[in-house]
């Protein structure tokens, strides 16, 4: 038999097997330690005099409250073989999410100091800047600085520059 009842912070709707009743459990849906509650005894139905003198005058309805939507109930079935505190497990990632990390390999960019030159201004710090903010931080393995040569096209003399290597999991 399950004993069925309600989270006293979030309200969440909860079954558990009778067996459980006494110990605690951590709400699935706010995380909050809860005593799982003895189950309740058959009440045997009242008579029509106790009916009667138990009916509550009726109160203007929520439109909001007795729609279809909100009468949708969520049951969460909680097994109590176990422990207590093994009782809630965390949900796993999405597939997509995991479909997307495990995808992630090792990519290089190089970028050259002479590509951040424009019209006479020195963007190569921002480009760089840019560049590591775009991959993250928790993304970046190395960075390393290198000096390279090449032809200048205008003087066609061989000129030495600088520039960054970041290796990056993307």
């Known amino acids: 038999m ?16 009778s067996s459980g009743a006494g ?8 995380n909050t330690l809860i005593t799982i509650p003895e189950p309740e005894t058959v009440v045997s139905r009242p008579s029509a ?9 009726p109160h203007p309805i929520n439109a909001i409250a007795s729609s279809a939507a909100a009468k949708v109930e969520m049951h969460l079935k909680v097994a109590s073989n176990k422990a ?37 201004h ?7 800047s ?4 775009k ?4 993304h970046i393995v190395n960075i ?10 205008g003087s066609q003399k061989i000129l030495t520059d600088f520039g960054v290597m970041i290796v990056y999991k993307g």
Not at 23 to 30: D, F, G, K, L, R
Not at 49 to 57: G, I, L, P, S
Not at 94 to 111: F, G, H, Q
């Open 23 to 30: 110990s605690e459990i951590n709400c699935p849906a706010c």
């Open 122 to 128: 020195d963007r190569y710090d921002e480009m760089v």
């Open 135 to 138: 991959v993250g931080e928790a």
């Open 49 to 57: 005099e106790a009916a009667a003198a138990a009916r509550v005058e």
């Open 84 to 120: 207590p505190e093994s009782l809630i497990a965390k949900p796993l990632a999405p597939l997509e999410v995991a479909a997307r990390e495990s995808d992630r390999r090792l990519r290089v960019k190089t970028i050259k100091h002479t590509d951040c030159i424009e019209v006479g």
């Open 144 to 153: 390393s600085p290198i000096n390279y040569s090449h032809i200048d096209i």
């Open 130 to 133: 840019n560049f590591l903010i």
């Open 2 to 17: 399950d004993v069925i009842f309600n989270c006293p912070k979030c309200d969440q709707e909860l079954a558990v097997d």
